[in-house]
């Protein structure tokens, strides 16, 4: 776990990195596995802001083809295939289905989108369709592992899936991606960073308090204040960008975010529907919407509407309404209410400063601008300014080349076919695969079956929790019994936990597959407390405000049992 800088004398860092996020992780890693010194801090957990409220897609940006994004597609395109090749615990294929409700509609206004227009409609008939997925096939070549789009009418469409509306005239079919656990891959970034340098600090319920001169003075979470040297900062704190560069003492303009809501169904008839695809449809007032199977779940998303205060975003009763209306019309068959849903969360996009009217147009890219050292402030400061999750390698890449050259370095590691956390190592085939398992089940005495659970959840890492686990056994969560004690454990002791939250909605999936109980909840606090070292006082107040904030911004409904 890493230390605090020590009080007094300011400790001198290459650069410091404050925002833990998917870029400014990304940035962490890729720097340290260059040698550079880096600090990266975050007044939460890793991962806890925006990067904790995508639509858990790693997706190339189809979408982004009729608003002229070309090099974004390309990006995106190749980002994805590399995550499939060095996350495969993480990220998986994702078969795509899109419903198309007329055979011209909508050729016009794309032509109008391509050349700037923001006052198109965002309707979609089959050959623009078409014209896109041939596109998307055409720049995702390059580290191809998935196969290319296919298109077929309605009869297939409604065969394959008999709950659609029957006013879709064709469907296509293409494949992208999706992230099991995106919070955890956060954290793994920041774990192959501290690997590749240990030299190098990650904090995280770190704040920053004052600035003065070349000096950074921060607060860890012991409550010790601490003061840091460094050459460069970079400021990836996504939507909160501006306000930390105001604190930096350099004011800035730089974002203009949008908000996205999403909501999980415990809808069984629906996910046996899907069969593992996503259905990448268009909403009646034209917004692209979708729906999916995450991990047992029916994954629902996404709003897009401008907002500017990130603490407090949540997903509205109207955003709920609006999902479940889409859903409906789009299956007509099947029956949707608000009791199904078992977690709802939002984030903010920290998208670019922009005017446009209609925020699905306000571009997805990415940049970096500086702001050169002035005045009494001894450092640059570089922003990270919007980005997607797809994208984050490929951004920090670009980034990390630019601080090698005002440091003076060469970079000496690519990223490009780097593996991340438990990807390293990870079984390529079925029989590869069985093999692991087969190995770490003779070596620990634990069931294959349990094993082959811990290398889904946690890639090759799983090797160090099936150890854990036969030491101290395989009791249980009261409720949600695919948890181990031992495996929590082995979280709270190793993995930089601040409080409960940290648990169940990062490091696990308890929270968002909506299967935690307050039975559960105690069980993880005893564990937290004992390894901790909390309080009663502050055991109970992490129980009762973890709690409250699910059920009052998350949706969700802790029974006393399961």
Excluded at 144 to 149: A, I
Aim: glycine share 10%.
């Amino acid at each position: 776990m890493s230390q605090a800088p020590t009080s007094g004398t300011p400790e001198d860092f290459d650069v410091v990195i404050l925002g833990a996020g998917i870029n400014g992780a990304g940035l962490f890693r890729d720097l340290c596995e260059q040698g550079v010194r880096c600090l990266i801090v975050d007044k939460g957990d890793y991962g806890s802001g925006t990067s904790a409220a995508p639509s858990r897609l790693i997706h190339g940006g189809i979408k982004y083809l009729e608003t002229g994004e070309f090099g974004l597609v390309r990006q995106s395109t190749l980002e994805r295939n590399l995550l499939l090749r060095n996350a495969p615990h993480a990220v998986h294929p994702l078969p795509t289905i899109i419903p198309i409700f007329s055979w011209t509609k909508g050729a016009w206004a794309a032509l109008r989108t391509l050349f700037g227009s923001t006052t198109a409609p965002r309707s979609r008939g089959a050959a623009i369709v078409k014209i896109g997925m041939a596109m998307y096939d055409m720049y995702g070549a390059r580290h191809r592992v998935m196969p290319r789009h296919t298109f077929y009418g309605k009869g297939r469409a409604l065969q394959e899936m008999p709950a659609l509306t029957p006013r879709i005239v064709a469907a296509g079919r293409y494949y992208d991606a999706w992230i099991a656990r995106p919070e955890r891959l956060v954290f793994e970034l920041v774990a192959d960073g501290l690997a590749a340098m240990p030299r190098s600090m990650a904090l995280n319920d770190t704040t920053l308090k004052a600035v003065d001169g070349d000096v950074l003075h921060i607060q860890g979470f012991d409550g010790a204040t601490h003061a840091v040297r460094p050459r460069i900062v970079v400021n990836a704190a996504g939507p909160w960008i501006d306000t930390v560069n105001a604190a930096l003492g350099a004011p800035s303009r730089l974002i203009g975010g949008t908000k996205g809501s999403h909501i999980l169904l415990d809808h069984d008839e629906l996910v046996r529907m899907l069969d593992g695809r996503m259905i990448y449809f268009e909403a009646d007032d034209g917004r692209i919407c979708l729906v999916y199977d995450y991990l047992g779940r029916a994954l629902v998303g996404s709003t897009d509407i401008p907002a500017a205060n990130p603490d407090t975003v949540r997903c509205d009763d109207e955003e709920i309404d609006y999902l479940l209306a889409s859903l409906s019309a789009l299956l007509p068959k099947l029956s949707f209410s608000r009791a199904q849903i078992v977690y709802a969360y939002s984030g903010i996009r920290p998208l670019p400063a922009s005017d446009a009217t209609n925020p699905g147009l306000i571009s997805r890219d990415h940049s970096a601008p500086v702001d050169e050292a002035a005045g009494g402030r001894g450092f640059p400061i570089v922003s990270l300014v919007g980005g997607k999750w797809t994208t984050f390698r490929g951004f920090a890449e670009e980034v990390a080349d630019m601080v090698l050259g005002r440091l003076g370095r060469d970079r000496q590691v690519s990223t490009q076919s780097l593996p991340i956390g438990g990807g390293r190592d990870f079984p390529a085939s079925d029989g590869a695969r069985q093999d692991w398992v087969d190995g770490i089940a003779r070596k620990t005495g634990l069931a294959p079956e349990r094993v082959g659970a811990l290398l889904s959840r946690y890639g090759t890492t799983a090797a160090v929790f099936a150890v854990t686990e036969a030491q101290q056994g395989d009791a249980r969560l009261p409720d949600s019994a695919d948890y181990s004690l031992a495996e929590i454990g082995h979280i709270v002791r190793h993995e930089h936990v601040r409080h409960l939250a940290d648990i169940v909605m990062r490091r696990t999936t308890l929270a968002v597959c909506g299967t935690l109980t307050m039975r559960d909840l105690e069980a993880i606090a005893d564990i937290a407390a004992a390894a901790l070292g909390w309080s009663d006082a502050t055991r109970a107040s992490e129980v009762a405000d973890l709690s409250a904030r699910l059920t009052r911004d998350n949706h969700m409904r802790l029974s006393a049992a399961g």
